[in-house]
């Protein structure tokens, strides 16, 4: 399959299903969890276990399958004293992935992510790490990018979209989303131990600003159920084009993903079916959903 075949669903108005999360289900069947990098080296460390995992999502029913770059970046590996190793663990990701897809109707896509970048290591040394991953993933063939900006300041998203306007491949952008206390939606994460809360831009003003260096689709990602489809209609209202959906269950205790509140995969599919009404066409799951939930939604493709 191809990107175009995809587009062409979407633009019908169809529904694409992306798989959940890789680092919970690492955990799940063992594989090695790295203290800084927490799934990034699973390539090195765990190769069978990752293509297992892309294996059993797209026996689920994934669409589209993400490779396990999502921690492996330039800057999160050179501070984990890994820089030697950033090709090659992300190579290694792709070709596991592209292993896992070989003779199927599904692509792969590379994630490019904020894992390990602080507004404290300012946007200078952002870019050309950035950059460098970007590059890294474009050249191994990958059907598409996913810029998953997760739970980052609108400085540091801004900074990443605009790196990647250049690229020669389709690129979809997720970001997180939380409820200020007035319950009005802004870029930012608070899980459900609410131990630390992040809330920054106004997800409207953050969306305006992306307009400038990214026009393709934005999913709501790595954010609560509960804010989930709130955020997909404020994403439909302010964004003239695919909007998505993938949020996460559970909490992160480094360096594990703790599998807390309790949610069946049939609950999974009637959120989804919500997140479907208010305008969503992309729809997987982020951290601590998996196989089962992203099997259950499956049967929501048309
Ligand atoms: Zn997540």
Redo the contacts with the bound molecule.
């Keep these: 399959m191809s990107y175009s075949s995809i587009e062409k669903r979407l633009a019908e108005g169809k529904i694409i299903i992306l798989d959940g ?1 890789i680092g919970g289900e690492l955990q799940k069947v063992g594989a090695k969890m790295d203290e800084g990098l927490w799934c990034g080296r699973c390539s090195l460390d765990s190769p069978n276990e990752l293509l297992k995992v892309h294996q059993n999502y797209i026996k689920a029913g994934a669409d589209v399958i993400t490779a396990n770059t999502y921690a492996s970046t330039p800057i999160s590996m050179k501070k984990y004293g890994y820089e030697d190793l950033i090709q090659e663990c992300n190579y290694k990701s792709i070709k596991i992935a592209k292993e896992a897809v070989s003779g199927k109707n599904v692509l792969v896509a590379g994630s490019v992510s904020t894992y390990g970048y602080f507004m404290k290591d300012g946007v200078a040394k952002m870019k050309p790490s950035f950059d460098e991953h970007l590059k890294i993933l474009s050249d191994t063939g990958v059907d598409l990018i996913i810029l998953e900006a ?1 739970s980052s300041q609108a400085d540091i998203v801004e900074t990443l979209v605009e790196c990647s306007s250049n690229l020669k491949l389709p690129t979809w952008l997720s970001i ?1 989303c939380v409820f200020d206390k007035n319950k009005n939606i802004h870029l930012g994460y608070d899980d459900v131990s609410h131990k630390d809360p992040q809330v920054y831009e106004e997800l409207e003003d953050s969306l305006h600003r992306f307009k400038k260096f990214h026009s393709g689709p934005i999913l709501v ?2 954010s609560n159920m509960s804010v989930t489809e709130e955020a997909v209609r404020i994403l439909k209202n302010n964004h003239n084009n695919i909007i998505g959906a993938y949020p ?1 269950r559970g909490h992160f205790v480094k360096p594990e993903w703790k599998f807390t509140d309790d949610i069946k995969p049939s609950d999974y599919v009637k959120s989804a079916k919500k997140w479907i009404d208010s305008g969503a066409q992309i729809i997987g799951g ?3 959903i998996g196989i089962e939930e992203i099997k259950a939604i499956s049967i929501l493709k048309n």
Excluded: F, T
Aim: net charge neutral; hydrophobic share 20%.
């Design positions: 999360g997760m997180s990602a790595h996460n982020c951290c601590g």
